[in-house]
């Protein structure tokens, strides 16, 4: 029991006597607004007490920080130890553009990278495609062969700095590169560190970014897993990511339900595919999620998010190691949440959205910058957001204790009720075959769709507030300056990347592809192939090439 | 006529502004499908139906690929409803086409349902008759098989195809009853999925049950596997194309054409009627108020449908 | 009994996938009761422009959120003049610069309508600027 039965007789005393006094309160002025809910539309009671958590078991449901189930966050000391890393997400114009961001970057403090890749990488094919026209450099670097990613990391210490990339379909060959990169710069593989993304059912449920058919992309997914787990053991070789689940305008709850989902169909890809232990390799799992605006929520959001996986490595799983319960993730503020109009005002939306993000407990935050819903963001902007994640750390003082809400009646409330609601769609999804099923039946795309589509009503009617968007709005806009990019790159990479080909080895390529579409064929490991192709010069797409040709590829499903 | 030689030759934004306004009603597209008529009957017109999420548009876009390989143009004809609140609609079968979209030789239109007064099936009679009048080899018309409408569509094929999915629990029932009974070729989409093999034998015994057939034909029941197994996807379209051939050819050489001809005028003289002499008559009743009042007299009892219909016929048809 | 309705293509150009926004006018223009025909993520120009023109549609609206309307919008208006769709309105929408605003005018595009755009905004717009030519 969480309370004596003296303090819950109290409690229901003084709590009828106060709904009294409400209820006469109300006959006089009525509240603002009749329904109050968060911003995902969860309904919020006007007080919460003892009576909402009577059913909770202290060691069972809360328990100590470093201890099952985790909900109080994963490290013993807390943020005293360390605080979270600050990863600031960058990529822009050429691999040399985006070094030099880098190197600013970690002048200014950051303590890891992250890398943004332009649209043609991210979906596999080179620069100069004709798919690909106009993209070039535009959302994140472009990247077409090794030597472009040499220059990339050029001057960075591989065995000291981590790096995160966010990449996805073609995960397995950004990282062959990162592994060749290390390689050629004498870094053994067991030293380096770092994230890839690499989780392609968030892609098909809410970003879209997708090459081949949800089976094999899981295939490959598992494939990096297990290279990881035998040569590379610092890397996170996948980021479930619930980041762009809610972009795509989720609620929390499907964000916490549909991200924790998706773990639960790697794991199970892992186990059966490649009959690995779930303790050899779940210690390296991490996540990632999205801190939303409506901040008690996306605090409550965090602590169930890490108590559900803690659950779901030991009872679902039967996991031992109490490494494999941690859900260890990292955090971006809510690109969604910042507004064109007065955008200055997203200065003081992140600053919130980080503040959330910390009191939930995450390991690793990026800061969005005030501009970024014009463009990439300038130098000047994400030293804006970098230091904002250095005031919380350094001066606020909300680092000093350890989960400082937790215990609060409407934090432990909230906490169990996303939880309880998250664990609802879990099992629905279980009973339609797991989130590949799912996926193709087109369930998570339509319960996003619905949503994203209740929030924008609830934005038109004004029952939902956006500042200087429906409300407090101005005629004449703040104009910033923003960050072009330069159309020419797109020529200079495709003049760069015909001298390599035109320098290379074609018959090793040629060689080394087939040996890694033979490896696709057979269902072997291809990262081993990968990282010979990378080396042999073959280009991004050519790799893809294989991939799409032996396992097909995927186009947008007709659900709208 | 300039329309009706410019959709000969395969002008598209003719064609599709034609079909536009037949859709709307237009009074001229009538003279223009009247031009046409003469040149149509060419096109072989597949018919697909099949529960929401059953894959038909999948097999549309393999089934194209596998006939232009062939060198066969094609024209397809998608039906999405109309949202009966809004009068609008969002037609989204066209995302699973667009690789085609570049393709000179392809020519996909979508149509919403629109209302029950919008007479789907006579627009896409006539639609038929465009993209026929093209000079589309192959025209396949994909429609959600749940709505009477719906059914009245698979009237304008030659070749009715039903698509199915193991697992939708009513499998069977899903469908409407007119449909199966008009069913050429039974497909099982995603076979590879629990409940295919129950579904194969329900559909089976239903066969049994019906016992003979016009011309012999037997619908067959086609198997095909998830189009995340490529080759096994593959396998399946081809089979399904192969039937589809092979049920032209009999319908032709066992001298059946004739009788699904026969089926396809009277639906559309059925519908021309509807258009010239029912839709008039409606729109003039219920302009004039005379509908609403008419509707009130019979919630009352004070009269009954067939005298209201032999009063309105003695009045409106001399 | 005429009625014209409103043909609009809602299409994704290039190849980003953020379509929250294509999806939600999607809807949008659908509860408006226009009839609208969505092309789905990772259209390129020339796939836009003949579904365009096969669908009949009166209007074109293109969504791109990666950076690259600059080419790709214009593309799609030059393609369409080609075509024989000169008729056929675009409009264009997503994470747009201010600084680009004036080419994308030049270049045919109707109207840009930028982050935080009321959905009524974008009706009206279209109720009154396009009509069935």
């Excluded at chain 1, 094999?216 to 598992?222: A, D, F, Q, T």
């Excluded at chain 2, 066969?72 to 409803?81: E, N, R, S």
């Excluded at chain 3, 299409?11 to 659908?30: E, N, T």
């Excluded at chain 3, 000169?86 to 004036?102: A, C, K, R």
């Amino acid at each position: 029991m969480y309370f004596s039965r003296e303090t819950l007789k109290q409690s229901a005393e003084s709590r009828k006597k106060w709904e009294e006094e409400v209820s006469n309160a109300l006959s006089q002025w009525q509240d603002q607004k009749e329904r109050w809910s968060t911003v995902s539309d969860l309904e919020i009671q006007r007080i919460y007490g003892p009576e909402e958590l009577q059913n909770m078991d202290f060691a069972r449901d809360i328990g100590c920080p470093g201890e099952y189930p985790f909900l109080r966050g994963n490290q013993i000391t807390g943020y005293r130890g360390r605080y979270w890393t600050f990863r600031m997400f960058a990529g822009m114009g050429t691999a040399r553009d985006t070094n030099r961001r880098w190197k600013l970057l970690l002048k200014q403090g950051q303590t890891g990278l992250s890398t943004a890749f332009d649209f043609p990488t991210l979906m596999g094919y080179d620069t100069g495609n004709p798919r690909a026209l106009g993209e070039c450099g535009k959302c994140g670097v472009a990247i077409d062969t090794l030597e472009d990613f040499m220059q990339l990391v050029d001057g960075i210490p591989l065995d000291r700095i981590t790096t995160s990339m966010t990449i996805n379909p073609p995960a397995t060959v950004l990282w062959a590169m990162y592994c060749a990169a290390a390689d050629l710069n004498g870094v053994p593989l067991k030293k380096i560190g770092g994230t890839i993304q690499n989780d392609m059912l968030k892609e098909f449920i809410a970003q879209k970014t997708f090459m081949c058919p949800p089976e094999p992309s899981v295939k490959l997914i598992s494939d990096t897993i297990e290279f990881g787990t035998q040569y590379v053991p610092k890397w996170n070789t996948i980021s479930i990511s619930g980041y762009h689940i809610r972009e795509a305008g989720s609620t929390a709850v499907q964000e916490l339900a549909f991200t924790l989902r998706d773990g639960i169909e790697y794991v199970e890809d892992v186990v059966r595919r490649k009959g690995l232990d779930v303790d050899a390799f779940a210690p390296r799992l991490s996540f990632f999620f999205n801190s939303h605006i409506d901040f008690f929520e996306e605090i409550c959001k965090m602590r169930a998010a890490r108590r559900m996986w803690a659950k779901i490595m030991r009872e679902r799983f039967k996991a031992k190691d109490p490494r494999s319960w941690w859900m260890r993730f990292h955090t971006q503020t809510a690109g969604c949440s910042l507004t064109a109009q007065q955008p200055y005002n997203n200065v003081v939306r992140t600053a919130i959205e980080a503040l959330a993000a910390v009191l939930g407990g995450t390991q690793s935050l990026h800061t969005n910058s005030l501009d970024e819903v014009w463009c990439l963001p300038t130098e000047h902007a994400v030293e804006i957001a970098l230091r904002t994640q250095q005031v919380i750390a350094e001066e606020t003082g909300v680092a000093s204790t350890i989960d400082p809400l937790g215990g609060s009646y409407f934090v432990e409330s909230l906490t169990n009720e996303m939880e309880a609601q998250a664990w609802e769609y879990i099992e629905k999804i279980d009973a339609m075959g797991g989130m590949i099923a799912a996926i193709e039946k087109g369930f998570p795309q339509m319960e996003i769709a619905d949503a994203a589509y209740r929030f924008q009503q609830q934005l038109e009617s004004g029952e939902k507030v956006m500042v200087g968007v429906n409300r407090y709005v101005t005629d004449e806009g703040d104009e910033i300056p923003t960050l072009d990019i330069d159309d020419n790159i797109e020529k200079e990479q495709v003049e760069r990347l015909n001298g390599i080909k035109r320098k290379r080895d074609d018959k090793a390529v040629k060689r080394h592809l087939n040996e890694l579409r033979r490896a696709c064929k057979k269902g072997d490991n291809v990262m081993p192939h990968c990282i010979e192709a990378v080396k042999s010069l073959a280009t991004l797409q050519e790799i893809c090439d294989v991939y799409r040709e032996v396992y097909g590829e995927y186009t947008d499903p007709a659900i709208y | 006529m300039k329309e009706a030689d410019k959709i000969r030759k395969g002008d598209v934004r003719t064609a599709t502004r034609l079909i536009r306004n037949i859709e709307d009603s237009i009074p001229e597209a009538k003279t223009a499908i009247k031009h046409l008529f003469p040149f149509t009957g060419r096109a072989h017109v597949v018919g697909l139906t099949g529960a929401p999420g059953a894959g038909k548009s999948t097999l549309i876009d393999s089934l194209i690929s596998r006939y232009r390989k062939m060198n066969k143009t094609i024209g397809a004809l998608l039906v999405d409803p109309t949202s009966p609140f809004t009068g609008g609609a969002i037609l989204g079968d066209r995302i699973r086409l667009q690789r085609h979209a570049e393709d000179p030789q392809v020519f996909v239109r979508s149509l919403a349902t629109r209302g029950a007064l919008g007479g789907l099936s006579k627009a896409a009679g006539d639609a038929i008759h465009v993209m026929d009048a093209m000079g589309k080899d192959l025209v396949f018309v994909e429609t959600v098989g749940t709505g009477q409408q719906e059914v009245e569509v698979m009237n304008h094929v030659h070749t009715v195809v039903v698509v199915m999915i193991p697992g939708m629990g009513d499998d069977i029932q899903a469908i409407k009853a007119g449909i199966l009974e008009v069913a050429d070729i039974f497909v099982i989409n995603k076979a590879d999925r629990e409940g295919a093999g129950r579904l194969y034998q329900e559909l089976m015994h239903m066969l049994d049950m019906a016992g003979t057939f016009a011309g012999g034909w037997r619908p067959p029941i086609i198997s095909v596997d998830t189009m995340f197994k490529p080759e096994l996807f593959h396998e399946g379209v081809e089979e399904l194309s192969t039937k589809i051939d092979e049920h032209y050819e009999n319908l032709v050489s066992k001298n059946l054409l004739g009788s699904r001809l026969r089926r396809k005028v009277m639906a559309e003289l059925n519908e021309a009627l509807q258009s010239s002499i029912l839709t008039p008559i409606l729109r003039k009743i219920i302009d004039s108020g005379e509908m609403e009042s008419l509707i009130e007299k019979l919630i009352k009892k004070e009269t009954d449908p067939y005298t209201c219909a032999e009063e309105i016929a003695k009045k409106y048809l001399r | 009994m005429t009625e014209r309705r409103i043909r609009i293509m809602v299409a994704k150009p290039g190849l980003d996938g953020h379509d929250r926004g294509a999806r939600i006018l999607s809807r949008c223009f659908r509860d408006a009761g226009f009839e609208v025909i969505y092309t789905g993520c990772h259209q390129t120009p020339e796939q836009i422009a003949s579904a365009a023109i096969q669908e009949d549609v009166d209007l074109v609206g293109l969504s791109c959120l990666s950076g690259a309307h600059r080419y790709l919008f214009p593309r799609v208006v030059e393609l369409l003049r080609e075509r024989g769709g000169d008729d056929i309105t675009v409009i264009g929408g997503g994470i747009i610069p201010d600084q680009d605003l004036q080419m994308l005018h030049d270049a045919g595009i109707k109207a840009v309508f930028t982050p935080g755009a009321s959905l009524d905004s974008i009706v009206q717009w279209v109720r009154e600027n396009v009509s069935v030519k």
